[in-house]
């Protein structure tokens, strides 16, 4: 099945700075990697979402790359607030796989004042 | 946007009792559900799939006498944690995809099991 590293673990950034958490997935077949972001307690929220027919893609201070040749995407957070400390996972599917999202560990992303 | 409604929040039980759980899509109609089991600080681990009108479908290792599942109508899938044991505290997350977006996931609020 899907195995899905997710990296680092934790990471801490001044406010203003930029973050940026990396994936990396093992099924070729993926095809769609959307990224969470879960605050303690709650359920997490779609953030930003990524096909396979794309290299990137923007949504103001988010932004999502894909290599599908080293079979890794990862997440940018520019302008970083304090409002963006939450844990973020990313995640994998593919087409006929009935929407099963296998998820990443999660990074735990701090934002400094 | 779409809403999936999960209760109760939050539930503390004594070990050997049964705890039911619901997850409600409000705003549209799931075929499908899944249910998720997050211990602290870990990722979220699918348990099963839900599917209206048919048996669920378990992950390996996730016992299916034990975390029973209704998905009785389009818009209510129920998971029920049987014979409650402390390993068995964790929160518990639901998930909705939606029509039409068919990989968007919408999670429901989560419950918080504490068996003691």
């Known amino acids: 099945g899907e195995n899905v590293e997710q990296h680092p673990s934790t990471l801490s950034v001044q406010e203003g700075d930029s973050a940026v958490i990396k994936c990396t997935y093992s099924?070729?077949?993926?095809?769609?990697f959307p990224w969470y972001k879960q605050e303690l307690g709650k359920r997490p929220q779609l953030i930003i979402d990524?096909?396979?027919?794309?290299g990137e893609k923007k949504d103001q201070r988010i932004a999502v790359t894909l290599n599908k040749t080293a079979k890794h995407f990862s997440l940018h957070i520019t302008e970083t607030q304090p409002e963006d400390s939450a844990v973020y996972f990313c995640?994998?599917?593919?087409?006929?796989?009935?929407?099963?999202?296998?998820f990443g560990t999660g990074t735990q992303l701090k934002v400094e004042l | 946007g779409a809403v999936v409604s999960q209760h109760p929040s939050w539930v503390i039980c004594k070990s050997g009792t049964s705890v039911k759980i619901e997850c409600r899509s409000l705003?549209?109609?799931?075929?499908?559900m899944f249910w998720y089991r997050q211990f602290p600080k870990q990722s979220l681990m699918l348990m099963a799939t839900?599917?209206?009108?048919?048996?669920?479908?378990?992950e390996q290792g996730v016992e299916k006498d034990k975390f029973l599942i209704n998905h009785a109508s389009l818009t209510l899938s129920t998971l029920t944690v049987t014979s409650a044991h402390p390993e068995d505290s964790s929160f518990y997350i639901c998930?909705?995809?939606?029509?039409?977006?068919?990989?968007?996931?919408?999670f429901g609020s989560g419950t918080q099991l504490s068996v003691l």
């Open positions: 995640a994998a599917s593919k087409a006929g796989g009935g929407n099963k999202l296998t």
């Open positions: 839900s599917n209206e009108g048919s048996k669920a479908t378990y």
């Open positions: 990524i096909r396979s027919n794309v």
């Open positions: 998930s909705a995809p939606l029509q039409g977006a068919y990989e968007k996931l919408f």
């Open positions: 705003d549209f109609q799931a075929t499908t």
């Open positions: 099924d070729s077949a993926s095809n769609y």
